[in-house]
């Protein structure tokens, strides 16, 4: 089985572009929640999804948005970049929510020059 | 929200030798994960333990709810479990993890 796929491995993008991040849960996972990871820090919980809908968001700006298609696949957007939007964005997925596991992907590492 | 520290910050050990990292927390929890994280990023998970004793080969971990903390045990260490250990919890109904600073190990051959 396939586990949490994430795309693109790497960007690099510009102060003040929007990017689109992706990530496919595990086969029969219908939750999905985006981290970022700061070097030198643990990750940051930034939104969860459970069947198509948004349940908790982290203290995060409203540049930052998520969605969860019907296949359970998410997308993060990230609106006007800056400097410090620069990490490792991690998605995880879970057969449910609150008291069952998480399995992270590679996460993808974004670089805003 | 929760607070998690996790002890010691780093730790640097010879191979074959054992070690144990904590994790506190400050409040009642439903999930806890300690994962592991190489040098590429990947989150690896290590152990889904709110509570009770788990075993898996070298390692194995232990939460003591009541208490709020969890231990994870590395025996007979090799080169390949350096990395930066993390234990995150949960304790809402959804599905957030709070991560604490992790614990930097360097294991010299």
């Known amino acids: 089985d396939a586990g949490v796929t994430q795309s693109p491995t790497h960007l690099i993008k510009t102060r003040g572009q929007h990017v689109t991040l992706r990530c496919s849960p595990i086969s029969g996972h219908k939750s999905v929640s985006w981290y970022q990871q700061v070097l030198g820090q643990g990750p940051q919980f930034i939104f969860q999804?459970?069947?198509?809908?948004?349940?908790g968001r982290g203290n995060f700006p409203d540049r930052f948005s998520a969605r969860q298609f019907p296949n359970y696949s998410s997308e993060l957007n990230v609106n006007a970049l800056l400097l410090g939007d620069s990490a490792l964005y991690l998605c995880?997925?879970?057969?449910?929510?609150?008291?069952?596991?998480?399995?992270f992907g590679s996460g993808t590492r974004l670089t805003v020059v | 929200g929760i607070q998690v520290e996790q002890s010691p910050p780093d730790l640097i050990l010879q191979e074959g030798a054992n070690s144990t990292l904590r994790c506190n927390f400050s409040?009642?929890?439903?999930?806890l994960q300690w994962f592991h994280q190489n040098p590429w990023g990947q989150l690896i998970n290590l152990f889904y333990i709110p509570s009770g004793t788990k075993q898996n080969g070298r390692l194995s971990a232990t939460t003591v709810a009541t208490e709020r903390y969890s231990l994870l045990y590395i025996s007979s260490s090799q080169t390949t479990d350096s990395g930066v250990y993390f234990c995150?919890?949960?304790?809402?109904?959804?599905?957030?993890?709070?991560f604490g600073q992790g614990t930097i190990l360097t294991v010299h051959p």
């Open positions: 999804y459970y069947e198509k809908e948004e349940r």
């Open positions: 995150a919890v949960g304790g809402t109904s959804y599905g957030k993890l709070t």
């Open positions: 409040d009642s929890v439903n999930n």
């Open positions: 995880a997925s879970s057969s449910g929510q609150g008291t069952y596991g998480y399995t």
